[in-house]
């Protein structure tokens, strides 16, 4: 086991390996009643081709990741994974994204008994026909309560328009229709592909003993029996760097329209900068061109063009996107001035030195949280199979000749728009 | 932890010293009996006083400013808590033990221009300020309707009875929207400033005498101290036939909200039964109603109850099929009517009440919930942390059932989903 120090704050990190593949991430907190601990595979939606563990090529229908982390939850042995863990008061929960499924608990009691319980149950799949066909009903509900939300629907309908292949560009929780078609070889063929030690992550953090924990781990029976897959083989999609889609339109539920606006950027585009190198620094334009003390942000709502807007980042396999979602009814002159903020593209010294002093505060302050701390260690572990510990520092090391540079490499004129306007007009 | 209690000429303050965090967090209390025709001035106000200032006269240069001091959190919001309208100023600052000296009475300044210092011009607002958020709060209230879980819950509270202060709209009314102008509002404010109760809450590791005397120079509000009010709603009527309403709507889903009457509550079961009965029936994946309703019927997504003790109100909510309606209902009644007649494990009761203490242990890691806590405990009259801990121990079983027929469903609202839905 080794030990690092987080951002100089008095805060450690432990991490090991098990000969299985399981990378462990341990962070005691000193002054920390709680506990919180994510259990993640690098499989999520968009992982629908691949060569299973015989080596044959499945291909599963969409929403198959999310069905199956429903289905977790069902133990052979009868035993409710919710209902154990709530026995000592602990709380546990699951979600899927594009490219991982995490489990995790959260509480104050029992730690070692819940973690070993933690990896008994994720390690211990249980599909039937008959359970499989129980979870369609409620899955359905889910869907269909997404399907309400604008948000949503800008959401799936935008990375529709930006990706041709990538399967990124269908929705993380299927159809109605797809789910139908989900049958239990389907959720062992991914189980038995992705839910391999070597494909996983284990972070726990705040009140823990972190011998105790790496003793627990090493000699869990189940874990351990698990052997490693030496490789994992997905499709492999040629995906252009143009958008699909340049617009769409939906009709919803709303009062006023809704707007998203991405562009769509490739990383190998910047081929002097590492990956965390990038999200960095278009952070910081982002920033600049659309936050809180840009020009920009004061023009828009002195000239009442919109209300409730926000701008975000978002990573998909070697793409990127810049995600801007807005109310407005003067849409068409919202959009202009969007466009015509991201033309020439200049950052001001003193707007970047005041950035990066905004950031540090926020790294300090996220080391007083046990569940963000511990997120952002398997934010890391999934978006740079790695953990940057030295935030504080990179953030200092952040230069503005470098980002003026970065700029020329940027590429925005990959854009698309999706519109939510009121169903009744 | 050290908890001190100081009275001020014009209210409370309240200090709480620890050293587990690395920030600062100050709250401010403003409340008064809540009125139906203030919710919108008093939603119109908070937004303003935060917007701008006499010295950052927009919200660019007020945002340059909160960045500079290390990036503060600064907000302000309005809550009802029973028959009170509360208004909130929150300010947390990175412990200047990271930062520099200056930063705490600097950050308590910038809340004084805030809240002491508004943008004024000839006895009255600024008009394009004023105007920008108008549009802002027409927009909140015009898109109330566009979210399905509130907008259900908000007319089921109306039809439950529209006197009361339960169903006003937290994000007020349009037609008294109208009414406000840059004048009024500012004479509001004067008003409001004067006429609130404050309670300040301070947590974090600091000086005492200097926090002390940094809030007697900076926070000086004008306010007489008054008498307490009766926070709680009492029912006095409780429909024998259950209300029951249903309008259409274009969304896929049908959303369902019931609302339960609670009645004659003894001070012990309205301190612990009660939310541990809620917890017991729709308060998480081992409720009843998630293990029956979902889990072995499959007829919804989620479905939950919660507890408003202020209102005296046991609220259920879920996501259903329209053709499914009655069956979840006949379910739910079911589930309420097993209850009350004993059908309870002990081990049920043991369950909800570690999850209980656990989530009463876990407030102690985060410097709001702490805050929250105290702040929750003075309104509703609860008892302390140490108490609290005890005191759940005691439910038994008997307490349960007894609460349990003290609930009693008054109204069910269900936004109808378009029937031409997918199966």
Same mark, same amino acid.
């Given at each position: ?425 | ?23 600062? *967090? ?132 109306? *039809? ?56 007697? #120079? ?50 012990? #079961? ?84 570690? #999850? ?68």
């Amino acid at each position: 086991m080794k030990k690092i120090n987080f951002n100089n704050l008095d805060q450690e990190l432990y991490y090991f390996t098990l000969k299985n593949g399981l990378r462990v991430y341990l962070v005691p907190f000193l002054n920390k009643k709680n506990y919180y601990a994510i259990l993640g595979t690098k499989y999520g939606s968009m992982d629908i081709e691949f060569l299973n563990n015989e080596g044959k090529k499945v291909k599963s229908p969409y929403g198959t990741a999310h069905f199956l982390e429903h289905k977790m939850f069902e133990q052979e042995s009868g035993v409710d994974p919710f209902k154990f863990f709530s026995k000592s008061g602990v709380n546990a929960n699951a979600s899927t994204t594009f490219n991982n499924t995490r489990y995790y608990i959260w509480g104050v009691n029992k730690i070692e008994e819940n973690i070993s319980y933690l990896l008994d149950f994720v390690f211990s799949p249980y599909f039937t026909d008959s359970n499989v066909q129980k979870e369609k009903g409620i899955i359905k509900e889910e869907i269909l309560m997404y399907e309400d939300d604008p948000e949503w629907a800008l959401d799936d309908t935008m990375r529709k328009n930006l990706f041709y292949y990538l399967p990124v560009k269908e929705k993380i929780a299927g159809t109605v229709e797809s789910i139908q078609e989900i049958q239990k070889e389907d959720l062992y063929n991914a189980y038995n592909t992705f839910y391999n030690p070597s494909n996983m992550y284990l972070v726990i953090g705040g009140n823990i003993e972190v011998e105790k924990l790496e003793k627990l781990i090493k000699n869990h029976e189940k874990l351990n029996s698990i052997k490693k897959i030496e490789k994992i083989t997905r499709k492999e999609y040629q995906e252009p760097s143009d958008v699909k889609e340049e617009f769409k339109e939906l009709f919803m539920n709303v009062t006023v329209p809704k707007i998203r606006f991405s562009t769509k950027v490739k990383e190998s585009n910047f081929q002097d900068f590492s990956k965390i190198e990038i999200n960095m620094y278009l952070g910081i334009i982002m920033s600049s061109l659309f936050g809180s003390t840009s020009d920009f942000k004061e023009y828009v709502t002195n000239e009442r063009l919109t209300t409730g807007f926000y701008v975000e980042k978002n990573n998909f396999d070697s793409y990127l996107t810049i995600d801007i979602t807005a109310e407005s009814d003067k849409a068409d002159i919202l959009i202009e001035e969007i466009k015509k903020n991201l033309k020439n593209i200049k950052i001001k010294k003193a707007d970047f030195e005041r950035i990066k002093k905004v950031w540090i505060a926020s790294e300090i302050r996220m080391i007083d949280n046990v569940e963000l701390t511990v997120d952002n260690i398997y934010s890391d572990l999934i978006l740079y199979d790695d953990v940057y510990v030295n935030r504080i520092e990179l953030i200092k090391e952040l230069d503005i000749k470098k980002l003026n540079k970065f700029i020329k490499c940027l590429d925005l004129t990959n854009q698309s728009l999706v519109m939510v306007l009121p169903k009744n007009k | 932890m050290n908890y001190k209690c100081i009275d001020l000429k014009y209210g409370k303050l309240h200090l709480i010293q620890t050293k587990k965090f690395r920030s600062i *967090n100050i709250k401010i209390l403003l409340k008064e009996e809540i009125k139906k025709e203030d919710i919108t001035k008093r939603n119109f106000l908070t937004d303003y006083l935060i917007l701008t200032t006499k010295k950052y006269k927009t919200k660019k240069e007020l945002a340059l400013k909160i960045q500079e001091l290390y990036s503060l959190y600064v907000s302000s919001y309005n809550t009802r808590v029973g028959s009170y309208l509360i208004t909130r100023f929150n300010l947390s600052l990175l412990n200047p033990k990271y930062t520099e000296d200056s930063m705490l009475e600097e950050s308590i300044s910038l809340l004084h221009e805030i809240i002491f210092n508004p943008n004024v011009k000839n006895n009255q607002f600024d008009t394009k300020i004023f105007n920008i958020l108008k549009h802002d709060i027409l927009t909140e209230i015009e898109t109330v309707k566009e979210n399905p879980k509130l907008y259900s819950m908000v007319k089921m509270l109306e *039809n439950m009875d529209s006197s009361m202060p339960y169903a006003y709209h937290g994000y007020g009314y349009l037609e008294d929207l109208e009414q406000i102008n840059e004048k009024n509002l500012y004479a509001y404010y004067k008003e409001f400033l004067t006429r609130s109760l404050v309670d300040i809450y301070v947590i974090g590791d600091f000086e005492e005498e200097k926090m002390i005397s940094l809030i007697k #120079e900076k926070l000086n509000f004008k306010t007489l101290k008054k008498e307490k009010k009766n926070i709680y709603i009492t029912h006095n009527k409780i429909n024998k036939k259950i209300k029951k309403v249903i309008e259409d709507s274009t969304f896929n889903q049908s959303k369902l909200a019931i609302g339960c009457k609670i009645k004659d509550l003894t001070d012990f #079961e309205r301190k612990y039964v009660i939310n541990l009965y809620s917890m017991i029936l729709g308060g998480g994946f081992n409720s009843k109603f998630m293990q029956i309703i979902r889990e072995k019927k499959s007829l919804a997504y989620y479905i939950n109850s919660s507890v408003n003790k202020a209102d005296n109100l046991l609220l259920i909510q879920s996501g259903i099929s329209y053709q499914n309606f009655e069956k979840v209902i006949s379910n739910i009644q079911k589930i309420m009517k097993s209850i009350q007649k004993g059908d309870i494990k002990e081990l049920d009761l043991e369950d909800v009440k570690t #999850e209980y203490l656990s989530i009463l242990e876990e407030t102690y890691d985060n410097i709001d919930s702490i805050v929250e806590n105290y702040i929750a405990a003075d309104l509703l009259d609860l008892d302390d942390y140490e108490t609290r801990k005890e005191m759940v121990k005691k439910v038994n079983i008997n307490d349960i059932i007894q609460v349990s027929k003290k609930v009693q469903i008054d109204t069910i609202f269900l936004l109808k989903g378009d029937t031409n839905e997918k199966d």
